[in-house]
């Protein structure tokens, strides 16, 4: 069997590894993995695929690194995950935002038509719909974007959406919740509260705790990708969402139950500017015409995500003094 060759942006980071471990656990052999290794970058991610994929250190806004590859990879399918992925740090700085996710994703849409590239899966966010107080966002309600990280990814997706109209390019776009799981980088609310445990001291929750999101385990998100990159309907966008939504402040309290800690190791801290309500997915059309639909609940997810984190002590630690940095 002819395997078709895949190439995945961010591939180093947390949800693309996950990618790039399932398609090589599952028997895909041709993958090649581009990444920038950012701070969020780790190729320790990858260290069970070692020798699987072909790796190429590369930055997206490189223009000309870029095209090379593609030429030389010819391949079949691009997955796109590379971004600055953290709204705390788009607030503090939104330039590596601009550069990267809008920057970056056109200088890879247009090495991509250049080269021929047959389906592009862009990996938006549901933070591009802004927040919902109640009700469901569909793939047709407005872009809204409000913090500097979801205007960036809004303009990636409205991006995507243009060569999808101008050019007929063949981009099918994703529009997953907050993930969590397996090699999440510590400063996101789970492996941060994670963190700030373990070194011993208190989670910070922001303002009361009130804002709800909808929690999506990995592996599940990574299952509904693969599920849209071989099914869906190229042109098309596929919300990606688990209905598994909490307040904040219950998350922390399931997480430090899960932890067999006190209820009490949490804090009210200053609010996010600009922090966002509420996000919640219809995510029908993807589990109706594709059949697709999460295997891990909340609880049991937090669960695998604590077992995981308690072996991985030393990784996690070692993000510290750039938490510390950035949370200071
Ligand atoms: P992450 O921050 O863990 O990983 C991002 C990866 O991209 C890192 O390996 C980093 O080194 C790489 N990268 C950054 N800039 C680059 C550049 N200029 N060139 C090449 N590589 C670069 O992010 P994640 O949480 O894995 O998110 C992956 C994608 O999914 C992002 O597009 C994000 O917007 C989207 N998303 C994430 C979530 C979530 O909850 N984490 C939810 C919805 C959508
Ligand atoms: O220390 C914290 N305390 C806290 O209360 C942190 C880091 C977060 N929070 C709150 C803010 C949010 O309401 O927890 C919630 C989740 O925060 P993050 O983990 O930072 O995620 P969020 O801002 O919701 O964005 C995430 O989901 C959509 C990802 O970071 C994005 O990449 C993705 O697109």
Request: include cysteine; charge should be positive; proline fraction near 3%.
């Amino acid at each position: 069997m002819q395997f078709k060759r895949i190439l995945v942006t961010g591939g180093a980071g947390f949800i693309g590894s996950a990618f790039v471990r399932f398609l090589l656990n599952s028997g895909h052999h041709a993958v090649i993995v581009i990444d920038k290794l950012t701070y969020a970058g780790d190729l320790a991610r990858l260290e069970e695929v070692k020798g699987k994929y072909k790796f190429y250190k590369a930055n997206i806004c490189d223009k000309t690194k870029i095209d090379s590859i593609l030429k030389r990879e010819k391949t079949d399918i691009i997955a796109h995950f590379a971004a600055e992925s953290h709204v705390d740090r788009s607030i503090n700085d939104a330039t590596p935002f601009i550069d990267t996710n809008v920057k970056g994703t056109q200088i890879l849409l247009d090495a991509s038509r250049k080269n021929k590239v047959g389906k592009f899966i862009h990996i938006s966010t549901d933070e591009v719909y802004g927040e919902i107080p109640n009700g469901k966002f569909s793939e047709t309600s407005p872009i809204r974007p409000n913090s500097p990280y979801a205007a960036s990814k809004a303009a990636a997706d409205l991006l995507v959406q243009s060569y999808i109209r101008t050019y007929k390019f063949p981009a099918i776009i994703i529009r997953p919740s907050n993930n969590y799981g397996l090699w999440q980088y510590p400063e996101k609310l789970i492996p941060l509260a994670i963190l700030r445990i373990l070194d011993g001291s208190k989670v910070p929750v922001y303002g009361k705790g009130l804002n709800v999101r909808e929690w999506l385990y990995v592996e599940d998100c990574v299952a509904g990708i693969l599920k849209i990159m071989n099914k869906g309907k190229i042109g098309e966008v596929y919300n990606l969402g688990s209905t598994q939504e909490g307040r904040n402040i219950d998350t922390v309290k399931l997480l430090l139950k899960t932890l067999g800690v006190s209820q009490k190791r949490f804090e009210f801290v200053k609010d996010r500017l600009g922090h966002d309500i509420r996000y919640s997915l219809n995510s029908n059309k993807l589990r109706q015409k594709l059949s697709w639909k999460p295997e891990t609940k909340l609880a049991q997810g937090l669960r695998f995500t604590v077992a995981w984190s308690l072996k991985h002590k030393v990784w996690l630690k070692s993000k510290l003094k750039d938490i510390n940095r950035l949370y200071r």
